[in-house]
């Protein structure tokens, strides 16, 4: 903290006195690394001290207006210049606090007073009308530019062009510049392409997109993963895979090598329009093709197969991934769990929630509830019963439907005891805090109650 003493000798040191309010000289706050001596000059016995320190003072300011009075107090000192830098660390400080006329005013002072114009001006500038959500004065950088004759880089084009497209109602107006650039010496690139297809697929409108994707190749630039995934994205949301299968193969063609995103599209795209043909053989080109599929490829493809009711297809999946060096995960478990105890596949069902539980996964109530469900259907009440003691070893609860299907057949009596020991066995799990048996005994005692009603003699 800064004495207001020091402040007001800063002041009076400058050719006009600016009065500050009290506000101002209590909250002037000097940077830790900066002592009560850092506006004295080594050189000379001028107050005012070097440009560079004026500058890290200025730096240090939280308040952006109490910033710009001490630039103009220095100005305002015999022979005292601003470095280049400072004004630029000024106006980064005023535009985020949305102060554009105070920037304006610093942008016509650079060029008034002969400072070198530089890319990086024109970079915060386009940053701060950007983080301030203003597309036309980010629009309006652009021809600024060119009215301080200098012309722009094509990162600034891009920058521009990715602020305007942000906004649905700017789409329009990124593409005229887009299209005009070249005549103001600035040349699109890939990105420039890419960004302004990318808007026009999220619009709909795959059609100029894709017509834009040709003039690259017009235009000898050459296109990146990114501009035929951009568009395979889109042909996939409008259910056109067919085409998006073309785009993949002409990138295999031109020696392109597909990413995993591009792999990851395309398998959800074949599989959820049901060409699970396809969607395997494409699975199995990826290793040849330089990319290895991972965890997420195989589990798209295995979810594809369940949802066919394919699950012995999805058998074959899990045990290529295995082969391959990829583990499956709870996901795979649990959707090739589920996907057989829907084709009443129980007996391999129960094999791979064995394997799941031997690994650590945890089954989801679900798949517990379709096993049972399904052994109980055809009669397999110990099997059940099995999956139930397997599950709560694990510490896993059967979810209460799970209890209302097996209580009921464990508790009927056909030629004296039914099942009463495996109900026992059952029973005797050590229990863990968070297991729901208390819903088994509620279960079985409304059971219980319920028959003696129906059946008075029998009590």
Known sequence: MTSPSLLRSFLRSTETLIPLSSHHIISFNFSQNLNQQSFYSSRSNSLIGSPSRVQKLIASQSDPLLAKEIFECASRHPNFSHSYSTYLILILKLGRTRQFSLVDDLVRRLKSESYPITPTLFSYLIRVYGEADLPDKVLKTFYTMLQYGFKPLPKHLNRILEILV??????????????????????????????LMRAFCLNGDISIAYHLFNKMFKRDIVPDIESYRILMQAMCRKSQ?????DLL??????????????????LNSLCRKKKLREAYKLLC????????????????????????RRAHDACKVIADMQNNGCLPNVVSYRTLVGGLCDKGMLDEA???????????????????HGLVKGFCNVGKIEEACGVLTK????????????WAIIIPLLCEVDDGVRSRDVLEQV??????????????GIGLENYLIRKIRANPRAS
């Open 285 to 308: 080109r990826m290793k040849i093709k330089g990319c290895n599929p991972d965890i997420v490829h195989y589990n798209t493809v295995i979810s594809g197969f369940c949802r066919e």
């Open 350 to 368: 129960n094999n791979y929630m064995k394997e799941m539980l031997s690994k650590g996964f945890s089954p989801h109530f679900a798949v517990i």
């Open 391 to 402: 599950s709560l070893e694990h510490g896993e609860a059967p979810h209460i439907d799970t």
């Open 427 to 440: 029973l005797k799990i050590e229990i863990t805090g968070h297991t729901r048996i208390v819903d088994a």
């Open 249 to 266: 193969e002409d990138m295999l063609n031109k020696g392109f090598v597909p990413d995993s995103l591009t792999y990851t599209t395309l």
């Open 241 to 245: 895979v067919n085409g998006a299968v």
């Open 166 to 195: 942000s906004h649905r109602n700017f789409v329009r107006p990124a593409f005229d510049l887009f299209r005009d650039a070249h005549r103001h010496g600035v040349s699109p690139n890939t990105q420039s392409y890419n960004i």
